[in-house]
């Protein structure tokens, strides 16, 4: 059998698939020529990432196909129900990547509550020449200790950064449609654990609490967090998007970050991804990053593995 990891796969899944007997791809193929490729080399499995789109076409356009895998844990780019109901296996890893992607969101919080997105910019330029002035500059900072996180979603990645949060002492306060209450256990190096309940509240009451708010919601038809939200929120709030791109109304975002409504943002993602506007990429207040939530090689690694066992358990 063959699997096309059109997006690529990391070894630990490669290694695995193989010594089940299967044949792994890892050709990129151009979404365009994808549907001649899986035909002509009798694809079985095809394992994607955000690059690929797997639509209502391609399934049709191609019966060989008994799985399509998601390294990761959103699907918007693949029509879910529609391949189920043609009899395809939809897998994804909705644990692999939680806490990979919660580390990058408090890296984004701490870089911007100490300006470090933009003293790394000014440093190389003007640190010989104006060290004291951008001392002065960069001196205003605040302390995430004792803040409140808001967390709109709740789920596993959700759940991973208000661990975080909890372990810096910060306060949470988190909204999900889905669920009244999560319990969060939090393990130290020692082997000890802490189990913490965060019982869910309402949007408003997290918009309204939050001194940092992120985002963990699936793809939505309208914005999750527009103009009405951001008002609603604290003066100087701070808040972060690692989720999907569209899930907040970037125009009135970046008029939030220039009349000082918000103090910052942090962006994974982007509404016109992947050429984030100008604007955003080039405002002081803006902490971004090209879309490498769950980026890192222990999340890639969970990833390869994960799949790899869904994939041999379903066809071996």
């Known amino acids: 059998m063959k699997v096309l ?9 490669v290694s695995a698939l193989e010594a089940a007997g299967f044949e792994v791809l890892l050709t990129t193929v151009a979404q365009e020529q994808l549907e001649n490729f899986i035909n002509e080399e009798n694809i079985d499995v095809i394992l994607v990432r955000s690059a690929t789109t797997v639509r209502q076409e391609l399934i049709d356009a191609c019966p060989s196909l008994k799985i399509i895998g998601r390294g990761g844990v959103g699907m918007d780019n693949i029509d879910v129900q529609y391949a189920r109901d043609k009899g395809v296996h939809v897998i ?4 692999a990547s939680s806490h990979s992607v919660a580390e990058l969101v408090f890296a984004h919080f701490s870089g911007l509550v100490r300006f470090l997105h933009d003293s790394n910019r000014n440093m190389p330029l003007e640190g010989e020449s104006n060290f004291k002035g951008l001392k002065k500059s960069y001196a205003g900072g605040i302390e995430l200790k004792g803040k409140t996180l808001g967390v709109l979603g709740f789920g596993r990645i959700g759940q991973a950064t208000a661990a975080i949060a909890l372990r810096l002492g910060m306060k949470v306060v988190a909204f999900d449609p889905f669920m009244d209450a999560a319990t969060l256990s939090l393990d130290f190096i020692d082997g000890q654990t802490i189990d913490i309940t965060v019982n869910t509240i309402s949007k408003e009451e997290v918009l309204k609490q939050s001194d940092f708010l992120t985002l963990h919601v699936p793809a939505q038809d309208e914005y ?3 103009a009405s939200e951001i008002e609603s929120m604290k003066d100087g709030a701070y808040i ?6 569209g899930v907040i109304d970037e125009v009135a975002l970046i008029a939030a970050l220039d009349n000082g409504k918000l103090g910052g943002a942090a962006l994974d993602v982007f509404e016109t991804e992947p050429k984030p506007a100008v604007q955003i990429l080039m405002n002081p207040k803006v902490s971004v990053t090209p879309h490498i939530g769950a980026a890192t090689g222990g999340a890639q690694d969970r990833i390869g593995t994960e799949l790899a066992s869904q994939i041999i358990e379903l066809l071996k």
């Open 5 to 13: 990891a059109n997006d690529g796969l990391a070894q630990s899944g």
């Open 92 to 95: 994804n890893t909705p644990a």
């Open 224 to 226: 999750v967090i527009g």
């Open 240 to 245: 972060a998007n690692a989720a999907r791109g």
